[in-house]
């Protein structure tokens, strides 16, 4: 098999799960990191004009959550019933319904808006995550074992830890979060790839 092709601009945001599987996997991948604004020729390659895009001998997909699914199927980690899958997947698609209030709060003209993300969007969502975590166990939240879910929802904290304007604190009083993010984050090889990892604004 020729080396898979990973096509996302040089930034986290909607590309850094998959990054974090193939590192969990070991797995070797061109990560091309591509300028800003997408070049027309890329643009003209994918599926639906927009990346991630990913690419190897077997399949091209957009859309990032169905490259994670396929990375983390690979390993094992995408669920072994149709229950489990499920359940994976509601957590996977959870970070996007806050990068997009994110997104749009974030600016210098926008302090208000970037305030009520912090202190009320986010909080809400991290009151049910914690409650839904402290009833799994605390370690892992889909049935006592690593997943795909676990990985997304590292880097959706993560995300916070790593955004200017101190938006950790919106993690403040959710211990068993914060708890989670450095468990899952000591993993070896995540220890590694955060270490070594571009640091990029997004
Ligand atoms: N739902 C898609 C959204 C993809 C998306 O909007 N990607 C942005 C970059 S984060 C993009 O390609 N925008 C087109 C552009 O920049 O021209 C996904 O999750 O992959």
Redesign the pocket.
């Known amino acids: 098999m020729t080396i898979p092709t990973y096509n996302y601009?040089d930034g986290r945001?909607?590309g850094e799960v998959s990054r974090l599987l193939f590192a969990y996997g070991g797995t070797k991948y061109v990560d091309t990191r591509d300028p800003f604004?997408?070049q027309d020729a890329l643009?003209e390659k994918t599926p639906f004009?927009?990346?991630?895009y990913y690419v190897d001998d077997e399949v091209q997909i957009?859309?990032?959550?169905a490259i994670e699914f396929y990375l983390a199927d690979k390993l094992g980690l995408a669920g072994s019933t149709t229950a489990e899958r499920a359940q994976i997947l509601q957590y996977t698609l959870l970070p996007?319904d806050l990068y997009g209030p994110y997104f749009q709060a974030f600016g210098p003209q926008n302090q208000e808006a970037l305030k009520k993300f912090a202190t009320e969007t986010a909080p809400r969502l991290f009151t049910k995550l914690e409650a839904l975590l402290v009833k799994a166990g605390g370690k892992h939240l889909v049935n006592n074992k690593l997943s795909w879910a676990d990985i997304s929802i590292f880097n959706l904290l993560d995300f916070f830890h790593q955004q200017p304007g101190n938006l950790v604190e919106a993690l403040n009083g959710f211990p068993v979060l914060l708890a989670f993010h450095k468990q899952i984050g000591s993993i070896p090889q995540f220890v590694e790839y955060l270490n070594n990892r571009p640091k990029t604004m997004f």
Do not use: H, L
């Not at 004009?49 to 991630?52: D, L, S, T």
């Not at 957009?62 to 959550?65: E, G, H, K, L, T």
């Open positions: 601009f945001s909607r604004p997408m643009r004009g927009q990346v991630p957009a859309q990032s959550v996007n």
